[in-house]
């Protein structure tokens, strides 16, 4: 897939926001120590991503009914949805002064269409050594879904199946899509949520 930037300027992908506060103390912590625990600047991007998406807890997994957002919120709490998640990476991420971003896919809710459809989120981070970028998906491991890092091919936890009318969007945002940031604002349950207040489209 070619993937399009939504802004010309670098600094947009490094910014802070209300959701991406990387200089909360805990972030610049757990960076420092990713960064000490690396041996160049690609193994801590793929230590970053392994521990978002192994040491946070993704909230429908463990049927959990509190909303996070905010990447220091996801981080004290150790649980988000992909939303949620897809903002600490990209905290971690900018902490360290690597550019990164925000992708999305349009899914089925279950696994056939007629369990309806959900915006996903997953991030793009630019690796220098290679001058591109590449999507990493932090949502979560579990059965039939086996997200990984690699700089070669995509190790996505959804594959997108296109005659399910399941979408790619190429776009790389600099900001979390106002839909995904919006539907956490205004849900107070979870499990609810997830069932039946995510977007379905962008």
């Not at 946070?56 to 959990?64: F, N, P, Q, T, V």
């Not at 981080?75 to 971690?92: D, F, M, R, V, W």
């Not at 001058?131 to 579990?142: M, P, Q, T, V, Y």
């Amino acid at each position: 897939m070619n993937l399009v930037c939504d802004s010309d300027q670098w600094s947009d992908y490094l910014k802070e926001t209300e959701e991406v506060d990387y200089t909360d103390s805990l972030i610049a912590e757990l960076t420092a120590r990713l960064n000490a625990e690396a041996s160049d600047s690609v193994d801590f991007i793929r230590r970053a991503f392994e521990y978002v998406r192994d040491e946070i807890d993704h909230s429908w997994d463990i049927r959990s009914t509190r909303v996070t957002c905010a990447a220091s919120e996801v981080l004290t709490l150790q649980e988000g949805i992909c939303y949620a998640k897809a903002n600490l990476l990209s905290a971690i991420l900018r902490r360290a002064e690597i550019p990164v971003g925000f992708c999305y896919q349009r899914i089925t809710l279950g696994d056939t269409p007629d369990t309806g459809y959900c915006i996903h989120a997953l991030n793009a981070v630019f690796i220098s050594e290679l001058d591109r970028w590449i999507r990493l998906d932090a949502r979560g491991n579990k059965p039939g879904v086996q997200a990984e890092f690699s700089l070669t091919e995509e190790r996505l936890a959804f594959p997108v199946r296109h005659e399910y009318g399941e979408v790619d969007y190429p776009i790389i945002y600099s900001d979390p899509h106002p839909a995904t940031i919006e539907t956490l604002k205004r849900n107070t349950n979870c499990v609810e949520m997830y069932q039946h207040g995510l977007p379905e489209q962008l």
